[in-house]
């Protein structure tokens, strides 16, 4: 029986290594490289009140900040339920996270984690530039509870996720991100 050179060893060695990391890539579903081209995130941490849209980290360093600077919000935090969005005991106020998310510029998805205050009546939109507002039903929301929209897109233009909340009548708006 012939032998094999230490040359053509190590090449059958090396081609047999390669197959079998092929191997294992393919057959891992949803492996983070496939997927890092493809999706795009946005996401704000936000305090809404009947004064205004406070972001965290750009108009307020925190949720407990905030309280301390405005300290007759804090009621609405402590006990959500004893507050309605038009109270009168104290200011409504709500505190979460909104989050745009892009697949590829196949869809997008507007996401509003709520984590504290009072009931909130929703509604997202999905805009892109150079294509029409794709808009969502009207939601409500409570404190931790969370809610999504989600819109195919055109194959082009960058995507801004946005949420309408009727009882401040304000609109929430992420920054426009790349749905490449």
Same mark, same amino acid.
Not at 13 to 19: N, Q
Not at 120 to 133: D, E, N, P, R, Y
């Given at each position: #029986?012939?032998?094999?050179?230490? +040359?053509?060893?190590?090449?059958? +060695?090396?081609?047999?290594?390669?197959?079998? %990391?092929?191997?294992?890539?393919?057959? @891992?579903? /949803?492996?983070?490289?496939?997927? #890092? /081209?493809?999706?795009?995130?946005?996401?704000?941490?936000?305090?809404?009140?009947?004064?205004?849209?406070?972001?965290?980290?750009?108009? %307020?360093?925190?949720?407990?900040?905030?309280?301390?600077?405005?300290?007759?919000?804090?009621?609405?935090?402590?006990?959500?339920?004893? @507050? /309605?969005?038009?109270?009168?005991?104290?200011?409504?106020?709500?505190?979460?996270?909104?989050?745009? +998310?892009?697949?590829?510029?196949?869809?997008?998805? @507007?996401?509003?984690?709520?984590?504290?205050?009072?009931?909130?009546?929703?509604?997202?939109?999905?805009?892109?530039?150079?294509?029409?507002?794709?808009?969502?039903?009207?939601?409500?929301?409570?404190?931790?509870?969370?809610?999504?929209?989600?819109?195919?897109?055109?194959?082009?233009?960058? @995507?801004?996720? +946005? #949420?309408? %909340?009727?009882?401040?009548?304000?609109?929430?708006?992420?920054?426009?991100?790349?749905?490449r």
């Amino acid at each position: #029986m012939p032998h094999a050179s230490p +040359r053509l060893k190590k090449t059958s +060695r090396l081609t047999a290594l390669f197959a079998l %990391v092929t191997t294992t890539v393919l057959l @891992v579903p /949803g492996t983070a490289s496939a997927e #890092m /081209g493809q999706v795009r995130t946005e996401s704000q941490e936000i305090i809404i009140t009947d004064e205004g849209v406070f972001e965290v980290g750009e108009d %307020v360093e925190s949720l407990d900040a905030f309280l301390e600077e405005n300290p007759e919000y804090a009621p609405a935090v402590e006990d959500p339920d004893r @507050v /309605g969005a038009r109270a009168t005991e104290s200011l409504p106020i709500t505190h979460g996270t909104l989050t745009t +998310r892009t697949t590829g510029c196949n869809s997008a998805t @507007v996401t509003y984690k709520k984590t504290t205050g009072s009931r909130l009546t929703i509604k997202f939109s999905v805009a892109q530039l150079g294509s029409l507002t794709r808009n969502g039903p009207t939601l409500n929301i409570n404190a931790g509870q969370t809610r999504s929209f989600t819109a195919n897109l055109s194959p082009i233009g960058n @995507v801004q996720g +946005r #949420m309408q %909340v009727d009882e401040q009548n304000k609109t929430f708006v992420n920054k426009y991100i790349s749905c490449r």
